[in-house]
């Protein structure tokens, strides 16, 4: 399993980023996907999950009604609207897919990670 995050970059507070993440070697249709986030020296935080076709989603308290999680099963993609950005959105953000079956919050249930994309939001 491959995947290729996409669409970080450095914003200003309350502008928006719309992040990507292509999986291949994998048949995605298949898979529930999460998106995570880790700071240097912290623990990998768990942001957003999104089932298989879509219809169901979650979010962290932290980023509900900011950030939408969607994906095209078509272009094996997820992708992670990030609305209104604050300066303690500022992390790396990875997406993968669910394929142990802890809660979805929890990083057990996912074994494979990309590279992530780097998010700097400044004040």
């Known amino acids: 399993v491959q995947l290729q995050a996409s669409g970080g970059g450095l914003v200003e507070a309350g502008d928006s980023l719309r992040l990507s993440c292509v999986a291949s070697a994998i048949l995605f249709y298949n898979y529930a996907f999460a998106w995570f986030r880790q700071a240097p020296g912290k623990e990998r935080e768990f942001v957003t999950y999104?089932?298989?076709?879509?219809?169901?989603?979650y979010y962290s308290d932290s980023v509900k009604g900011r950030f939408t999680v969607s994906r095209d099963n078509a272009k094996n993609t997820v992708f992670l609207q990030m609305n209104n950005l604050k300066p303690e959105d500022t992390t790396v953000y990875y997406c993968?897919?669910?394929?142990?079956?802890?809660?979805?919050?929890?990083?057990?249930?996912?074994?494979?990670w990309g590279q992530g994309t780097q998010v700097t939001v400044s004040s």
């Open positions: 999104i089932n298989w076709n879509g219809e169901l989603t």
């Open positions: 993968s897919p669910r394929d142990r079956n802890y809660d979805y919050t929890d990083l057990r249930s996912y074994t494979y």
